[in-house]
């Protein structure tokens, strides 16, 4: 994996969550959209993959992979696809999705339904570590995806997926923790969570969930020939929790400045493969 050309990348698509690249009216357009479970993230790239427009908005709309709001969904995907379309000025056709690894038929549906009800053409649907290592291009390794719900990884041996799984144990958990530890709503303990201020004094608190998430990282790649991990999703950004991860494992742990918008970049990324 080149870490600079990550990060480059995914600095690239923090600006263009404000602005948009210049693209021409018939030049290719490609869409990927990401249905978490406290963020759905769409990002448009062009045929070479560069990030060209990024959209983003909070929602609690999915739980575990499952949604649980389709209404809701559907109306938040159309929202950001009408958003992005404004500011390019062209019509977006073509999008692939993701998912964690393990969702059933008929989740994958509903997620394909929300995304076809907010106008756009659903051409793959992929789980969400596959994704992410669109933009990592892991040859050997364990992608490891940490969002709202769930734990999910991708086992790669020489860039081919020989193995995926997904538990429950993710963002939403440490919010609940955070909750019960200072009495307050799960809303002002998101807010503490987000807030950079108080990143030491979060992790000490939710140190416990994190050596779970470690558990079920060892779990599944024990017995199998894993030399580093990857670590990608919103959750990662916890300050200093790659640190849990390695101790616990033993493995090497790399974890991108900004691992939230991997995932989301890599599934518009393999929308352009699919053409």
Same mark, same amino acid.
């Given at each position: 994996? !080149? ?6 990348? =995914? ?5 263009? +969550?404000? *602005?948009?690249?210049?693209? %021409? &009216?018939?030049?290719?357009? /490609? ?5 978490? *479970? &406290?963020? $759905? ?16 908005? #909070? ?9 649980? !709001? /389709?209404?809701? @969904?559907?109306? +938040? ?18 999008? @692939? $999705? @993701?998912?964690?690894?393990? *969702?059933?038929?008929?989740?994958? @549906? ?14 793959? =649907?992929?789980?969400?570590? *596959? ?11 364990? +992608?490891? !995806? ?8 991708? =086992? ?25 530890? /200072?009495?307050?709503? #799960? ?15 979060? #992790? ?11 558990? +079920? ?9 894993? %030399? !580093? =991990? /990857? ?12 640190? $849990? ?14 691992? #939230? ?15």
């Amino acid at each position: 994996m !080149d870490i600079e050309a990550v990060e480059s990348r =995914i600095a690239e698509l923090e600006r263009r +969550i404000s *602005t948009v690249a210049e693209v %021409s &009216a018939r030049e290719k357009l /490609y869409v990927g959209v990401d249905l978490g *479970t &406290a963020y $759905i993230v769409v990002v448009v790239v062009n045929a070479s993959g560069e990030p060209v427009a990024c959209a983003l908005e #909070f929602a609690q709309v999915v739980r575990d992979g499952l949604v649980v !709001d /389709y209404v809701g @969904a559907t109306q +938040i995907v159309r929202r950001l696809v009408g958003q992005l379309q404004e500011r390019l000025g062209r019509e977006l056709e073509d999008a @692939a $999705i @993701a998912v964690p690894p393990g *969702t059933g038929v008929r989740e994958c @549906a509903t997620h394909r339904h929300v995304v076809e009800g907010a106008g756009l053409n659903v051409t793959s =649907i992929l789980d969400e570590p *596959t994704a992410a290592n669109a933009v990592l291009n892991v040859e050997n390794g364990v +992608i490891v !995806d940490i969002g709202g719900g769930t734990t999910g990884l991708s =086992i790669l041996e020489n860039g081919k997926v020989t193995y995926v799984a997904d538990e429950p144990t993710g963002g939403t958990h440490l919010t609940l923790v955070l909750a019960g530890n /200072y009495g307050v709503s #799960f809303e002002e303990a998101e807010k503490i969570k987000k807030d950079p201020a108080r990143q030491r004094e979060v #992790f000490t608190v939710v140190k416990p969930v994190i050596e779970k998430m470690a558990s +079920i990282i060892n779990s599944h790649i024990r017995g199998r020939n894993v %030399s !580093d =991990i /990857y670590l990608v999703g919103g959750t990662c950004c916890l300050k200093d929790m790659e640190k $849990i991860i390695a101790k616990e494992t033993g493995k090497p742990v790399c974890k991108p400045s900004n691992p #939230f918008l991997v995932t989301p970049l890599g599934i518009a990324l393999n929308c352009v493969k699919k053409d």
